[in-house]
């Protein structure tokens, strides 16, 4: 303990009696830093006082810098590490691409997960759900019985900065094989994007010809620009979350009321649709574990299941038929195996020919096919 | 000790052939003796009688007791007891974003002890899957808004002087899916989205000292280097207090889940701005908008704006002992049992916790135990003579900030229920007449 019992219990009574914070005269607690601004969090500081911080001793000449064992970043490395977007058009590269061939990406590498018009699929996220400038609406909406809708929470209702939208499909999508388009894909992905959420652009609506580039990308304004608290931009924007974060009454706090700190007995509310489906099943028990039923040599077919298939194979949520779901592969088996080679060499439904991994061979895929409906078995 | 180890599982002939035959023949004269010997034992044992009420567990020869062991070549880095294989990482899929690349498994919070985390059971969210990073293709880079740019390999980073403390690292979803009430009956998936370790790193102001940060910067962003390329933006405040790169967990090195070779540590704040994988950190004026810092990590309020840059865990606990999955259905009236949990602040040091017996309405002070540090899991324990009587059991943190958690109703009442993230209000466990535990909320 870095603090004297005294110290707690003299503190305890003052948060019990005022709810206010009382920082100890002793300074190894604080709510401001050394250069007199409040702790950004809302929280304590621990100042370094007599060679410790907290509990912790510290060796302060560690401390003084003179470390040379860095070279320095080259502009090129730097240059091409640089991969973020800033609202302020920062990072925005030159391109450009057209909400119809945004369309026809979007067929070709998104769908899968994102489902048609970015409805989503199982548990992938919807990247649209109807008027983005309707759908704004419904962020004060509360769930509190189960019959009202939630709030939206989509790119076109919810996020702020369409910059976001393109750094993250050009760093992050597709989920399998990020860094793989090229800048006008990417302009051509967020055109289509942004015409599904009916986002218009300079007041203008975006039909299939419409081309986005680096010029009018900055004229895009989210309809939920100012939907974000505390405002973190320009030179006020750490000392707006400070203040944001030093009152409680913006996130909540609670009372320490120790006696009848309500009438009558507690309302409970217990779990009225439980959660179950744990992998594995909850267990405490303290026994030997049940052996593997044939724990051989891993088949090629599992292999390309997994590399390949278990993006959407291993996860009810996304509708494809799971692995060792015997139900769902007898529905599938009933036109015979031979379909089911067929599909899985061309593409069925949602799913990609050669489930989106064309560098496989037909034979690769049947063997692939075999393992899984085995797996039913 | 290698060659006598693995004489026991060698044949004699194989023996004979090497070169150390004289020591190794001493040896199987050794082994031969002490099988004798263990017969012996055996067999002097075994006429003993066993009366009803004698405890076979003592009465009977364990095989463990009457034959070796393994040898010390076997498991070269140890594994727990195969007795011990439910003590494991859950997931379920409801908790992914579509797939198990996206997803997080659940630490085992009801079988953890003290405050620290085994290293294989540290719950694991992950964007783009669990990066397999080799470190010596691995590189930090520190630029932007700094006089001198610079990269770093991982044997150079760690050149720096190294701190070690003590954290907690969760996410702030944790607790998230029971905003409009509980969902799990399970601690495991009612509160296991956290974590705690022993992290062993540089502090990001020690490099900074070296690099001539400029004063306009008032932004950092933190960037992995794996699939996921995940960014967060993080205020410069933060980063010259107790900002760490760590490259250590608990005495070894991260797990890969964990973001090996290197992750930020940003005691107390949400997992989410902990990076994982780091391998850029840029230095700005304005802050960044990246995706998990906009689309998702900000927190709805019901008057339809979204509190952003969210950062600390707010004070909060909950009772280890009983709960769902350690429950008190083996204790008789009038046993003395010890009431323990886990409490934690992001801003603070927990001052302590109090105990509820009937849902919040009553309160008495508990002990804290233990090691109380800022920013870290704290024990606390009450104990109780248990008397087969139905309870609603709770507990109620507070920290030297100056919080309080609060209850479910003060909670809502800021926050309505569509936040997701920083869920803290007072968990309570409904305990039955037969002693099992089940989770309610308390709405009063």
């Given amino acids: 303990m870095f603090k004297s019992c005294h110290k707690i219990l003299l503190s305890s009574v003052v948060v019990a009696a005022t709810s206010t914070v009382a920082f100890a005269a002793d300074k190894t607690v604080s709510n401001t830093y050394s250069n007199g601004k409040k702790v950004i969090d809302g929280g304590a500081t621990y100042p370094i006082v007599n060679g410790k911080t907290s509990a912790y001793h510290i060796n302060e000449n560690t401390l003084q810098g003179g470390y040379s064992y860095a070279r320095p970043a080259t502009p090129n490395e730097m240059k091409a590490w640089d991969i973020d977007v800033m609202p302020d058009g920062t990072g925005l590269p030159e391109g450009k691409g057209t909400v119809e061939e945004g369309d026809e990406l979007y067929e070709a590498k998104c769908t899968s997960c994102h489902g048609d018009f970015g409805s989503g699929s199982g548990s992938f996220p919807a990247l649209a759900k109807g008027n983005a400038y309707e759908g704004v609406k419904t962020l004060t909406n509360q769930r509190t019985n189960p019959d009202k809708d939630g709030p939206i929470r989509v790119f076109g209702t919810y996020w702020p900065y369409a910059s976001t939208l393109w750094w993250y499909i050009k760093t992050g999508m597709p989920h399998n094989a990020p860094l793989s388009l090229s800048n006008d894909d990417v302009y051509a992905l967020s055109a289509y994007i942004l015409s599904i959420n009916e986002v218009t652009v300079d007041g203008e609506e975006l039909d299939d010809e419409f081309e986005l580039n680096k010029e009018n990308f900055m004229k895009i304004e989210m309809p939920n620009k100012d939907g974000f608290v505390p405002n973190i931009d320009g030179p006020k924007g750490t000392d707006n979350v400070r203040a944001y974060f030093a009152d409680t009454k913006n996130y909540g706090n609670g009372t320490r009321c120790m006696k009848n700190c309500f009438d009558g007995k507690p309302e409970i509310q217990r779990i009225q649709t439980e959660i179950g489906g744990f992998n594995p099943p909850l267990s405490t028990a303290r026994d030997l574990p049940k052996q593997e039923e044939s724990a051989g040599a891993v088949s090629e077919g599992q292999k390309i299941y997994e590399k390949t298939c278990a993006v959407c194979h291993g996860n009810e949520a996304m509708g494809a038929p799971v692995l060792g779901d015997k139900q769902a592969w007898s529905a599938v088996l009933k036109k015979g195996i031979d379909a089911v080679y067929k599909n899985a060499l061309n593409g069925v439904n949602a799913m990609p020919p050669k489930g989106g991994n064309m560098s496989l061979s037909d034979e690769q895929v049947k063997a692939t096919v075999d393992y899984m409906v085995n797996k039913a078995k | 000790m290698n060659k006598t180890s693995n004489m026991s599982n060698e044949t004699l002939s194989n023996v004979q052939e090497t070169t150390e035959q004289s020591s190794r023949r001493d040896f199987f004269r050794k082994t031969a003796a002490y099988s004798v010997s263990a017969l012996a034992a055996a067999s002097v044992m075994a006429p003993v009688k066993v009366n009803a009420g004698d405890d076979p567990a003592i009465m009977k020869e364990q095989p463990w007791a009457t034959s070796l062991g393994d040898p010390v070549t076997k498991n070269q880095y140890g594994v727990p007891s195969a007795y011990e294989h439910n003590n494991i990482r859950r997931t379920s899929e409801l908790l992914s974003s579509g797939n198990w690349e996206a997803s997080i498994s659940m630490c085992p919070i009801h079988e953890s002890e003290g405050i620290i985390t085994p290293n294989g059971l540290f719950f694991n969210r992950v964007h783009g899957g669990v990066a397999q990073i080799n470190p010596n293709q691995h590189r930090l880079m520190i630029h932007g808004l700094v006089e001198k740019p610079?990269?770093?390999?991982?044997?150079?980073?760690?050149?720096?002087?190294?701190?070690?403390?003590?954290?907690?690292?969760?996410?702030?979803?944790?607790?998230?899916?029971?905003?409009?009430?509980?969902?799990?009956?399970?601690?495991?998936?009612?509160?296991?989205?956290?974590?705690?370790?022993?992290?062993?790193?540089?502090?990001?102001?020690?490099?900074?000292?070296?690099?001539?940060?400029?004063?306009?910067?008032?932004?950092?962003?933190?960037?992995?280097?794996?699939?996921?390329?995940?960014?967060?933006?993080?205020?410069?405040?933060?980063?010259?207090?107790?900002?760490?790169?760590?490259?250590?967990?608990?005495?070894?090195?991260?797990?890969?889940?964990q973001g090996y070779p290197i992750r930020l540590l940003l005691p107390g704040w949400e997992g989410n701005l902990c990076v994982k994988w780091l391998a850029r950190l840029q230095f700005a004026k304005e802050p960044f908008y990246a995706k998990e810092e906009t689309a998702k990590y900000t927190a709805l309020k019901p008057d339809g704006k979204a509190i952003q840059h969210f950062y600390a865990l707010e004070v909060n606990s909950i009772i280890t002992k009983?709960?769902?999955?350690?429950?008190?259905?083996?204790?008789?009236?009038?046993?003395?049992?010890?009431?323990?949990?886990?409490?934690?602040?992001?801003?603070?040091?927990?001052?302590?916790?109090?105990?509820?017996?009937?849902?919040?309405?009553?309160?008495?002070?508990?002990?804290?135990?233990?090691?109380?540090?800022?920013?870290?899991?704290?024990?606390?324990?009450?104990?109780?003579?248990?008397?087969?009587?139905?309870?609603?059991?709770?507990?109620?943190?507070?920290?030297?900030?100056?919080?309080?958690?609060?209850?479910?109703?003060?909670?809502?009442?800021?926050?309505?229920?569509e936040s997701v993230y920083h869920r803290n209000a007072i968990h309570t466990w409904e305990v039955t007449e037969k002693g099992e535990v089940n989770n309610v909320q308390v709405l009063s």
Wanted: aromatic share 8%; charged share 25%; hydrophobic share 40%.
């Fill in chain 2, 150 to 257: 610079i990269v770093l390999t991982m044997d150079q980073l760690k050149r720096y002087p190294s701190v070690t403390r003590i954290h907690f690292i969760e996410c702030p979803a944790n607790g998230g899916p029971e905003w409009r009430g509980p969902q799990f009956n399970s601690i495991q998936f009612a509160k296991g989205m956290m974590s705690s370790a022993q992290w062993t790193g540089v502090y990001i102001k020690t490099i900074l000292k070296d690099l001539g940060l400029k004063p306009e910067a008032q932004w950092m962003l933190a960037e992995g280097g794996d699939s996921s390329h995940m960014g967060r933006t993080v205020p410069i405040d933060k980063v010259l207090d107790d900002a760490m790169i760590v490259w250590a967990q608990n005495g070894e090195a991260l797990r890969p889940e």
């Fill in chain 2, 322 to 417: 009983p709960c769902p999955e350690k429950p008190w259905t083996d204790l008789k009236k009038g046993d003395l049992v010890e009431i323990e949990g886990l409490a934690w602040s992001g801003m603070g040091t927990i001052e302590g916790v109090d105990i509820s017996f009937d849902g919040g309405k009553n309160w008495v002070e508990a002990s804290l135990k233990g090691l109380v540090l800022p920013k870290s899991w704290t024990r606390f324990s009450y104990m109780y003579k248990y008397e087969g009587k139905p309870l609603i059991l709770a507990s109620r943190a507070r920290d030297d900030a100056g919080h309080i958690q609060p209850s479910v109703k003060q909670e809502r009442a800021v926050m309505g229920v």
